[in-house]
């Protein structure tokens, strides 16, 4: 449903060239969503639902769709690079506020990196050497750094082929499954048995959580806003599409797993996808499919990396965070203190942190996120611009609201703890950054008298 304005495009300025159409958005979306959290996650959630693992993805994708509904609505009425805390700030004009939602965002881009820092060196990288994991964790947080402060984040090229790769590696474990299957292998009254020690209900809303993060994808589209051709059409077309795109392989994958492999097995596994490849039985090197899972996964840490990095350069642009954060390097201009302080905290919760806890707390953290862009939906309905855009019901992101709160509700202490750190640790830049702020509006003031 749109708003029928028919006026001109309100956002038709100067600024970054409009040349997206719907394919490439499309394409852009499924990749960003398709990332590495299947690779590592099926497991974890086996361990809660046993062979159900359909459900949570089910769940977590009604919760996705319903929050897609919100951004499709925001993006295509203010189509501008800047996300939730952008809607958050014209719903509320707070800049604390504001900050903070930029913050979490910042937050869980150092914890999913995080997460996949552990995800790489677990049962993937052991199939090809015997090295230790938490040494190598950090020396590959160390080269996303580099890689990172070298500027390679206009190296769309190169993200497009990973993002071949790791759907590729997907689409082989599907096939494997459906082969082994039709040659009447595995066991497929698996996919109904719930984990034998967890109440069904519970284990699925629990397991919803980690399957959520493997929908977390579409935030970042919302910082492309301002290069695509026609946002009120393209939008809505290629986030719906890439979600159902993305929730298809994703049960694909669920079932085709639970079949071929035990759940009891993939509890265990910080590799699960390369036990289905192993079990299935057929010629597939495990070395190659390793290769790919590590690909995957190097590819998602690298872009959230980068995610957080220039968020935090942005915030301090914007005068809400320290000015250091700012500091670009002279000749590659890459935000270097920005980039440095992502790769410390991201190596700390490397060496403090578990797959799990750290994938839930980036689902906690994006729920926040989430729920801030849906409060903020329902402000600014009353909010008229002159041109047309995607609208949802209310409804809708009411139900957004409900289901985020169902979630957070199955989060644990120590995640909750977590994100409180995360709120001190904002809190405390956020008024250095305006105390620096202030001296400088004092200086400017002293000097021109």
Excluded: C
């Amino acid at each position: 449903m749109t708003n029928e304005t028919s006026a001109p495009h309100a956002d038709e300025r100067p600024g970054l060239k409009r040349a997206i159409g719907t394919p490439l958005l499309f394409a852009f979306i499924v990749g960003d969503t398709l990332g590495a959290g299947i690779y590592t996650l099926v497991g974890t959630m086996a361990d809660d639902v046993g062979g159900v693992i359909w459900l949570p993805l089910l769940i977590a994708l009604v919760v996705a769709l319903l929050t897609a509904g919100t951004y499709a609505e925001l993006i295509t009425k203010y189509p501008h690079a800047g996300g939730a805390a952008r809607y958050v700030d014209k719903a509320f004009g707070i800049p604390f506020l504001s900050f903070l939602v930029g913050f979490l965002m910042m937050a869980s881009g150092i914890t999913t990196a995080a997460a996949l820092a552990n995800a790489f060196t677990g049962d993937y990288l052991a199939a090809l050497f015997d090295i230790p994991p938490i040494p190598t964790a950090i020396v590959f947080i160390l080269l996303l750094t580099l890689i990172n402060l070298r500027g390679v984040r206009e190296s769309l090229g190169a993200n497009l082929v990973a993002s071949i790769i790791e759907v590729t590696g997907l689409v082989i474990v599907i096939v494997l499954a459906a082969m082994v299957l039709g040659s009447g292998g595995g066991e497929p009254a698996r996919i109904f048995e719930f984990a034998p020690d967890v109440p069904p209900l519970q284990g699925a809303f629990a397991a919803s959580i980690v399957a959520f993060f493997s929908f977390l994808g579409f935030e970042a589209a919302a910082n492309m806003a301002e290069e695509v051709k026609n946002p009120s059409k393209s939008y809505p077309r290629a986030l719906f599409g890439a979600i159902i795109t993305a929730a298809v392989i994703y049960l694909l994958i669920a079932v085709g797993a639970v079949i071929v492999v035990p759940p009891t097995e993939l509890a265990t596994s910080t590799g699960p996808l390369l036990e289905v490849v192993t079990a299935s039985g057929f010629a597939v090197p495990t070395w190659l499919f390793s290769l790919i899972a590590l690909v995957a996964i190097a590819n998602g840490a690298l872009l959230f990396m980068v995610m957080a990095s220039r968020v935090g350069y942005g915030l301090a642009e914007s005068g809400l965070l320290p000015r250091a954060f700012g500091r670009v390097l002279p000749r590659r201009r890459t935000p270097w203190v920005s980039i440095l302080v992502v790769a410390g905290a991201t190596m700390l919760l490397t060496v403090l942190g578990d797959i799990g806890t750290l994938a839930e707390t980036t689902v906690l953290l994006l729920l926040l996120v989430f729920l801030s862009a849906n409060v903020s939906v329902l402000v600014l309905k009353k909010d008229r611009v002159e041109h047309k855009h995607f609208s949802v019901p209310r409804v809708v992101p009411v139900l957004a609201i409900i289901a985020s709160i169902v979630l957070l509700t199955q989060q644990t202490g120590p995640v909750w703890l977590a994100t409180a750190g995360y709120v001190v640790v904002g809190t405390v830049l956020f008024f250095i950054a305006r105390a620096g702020r202030r001296r400088a509006e004092r200086s400017k003031a002293s000097s021109t008298n």
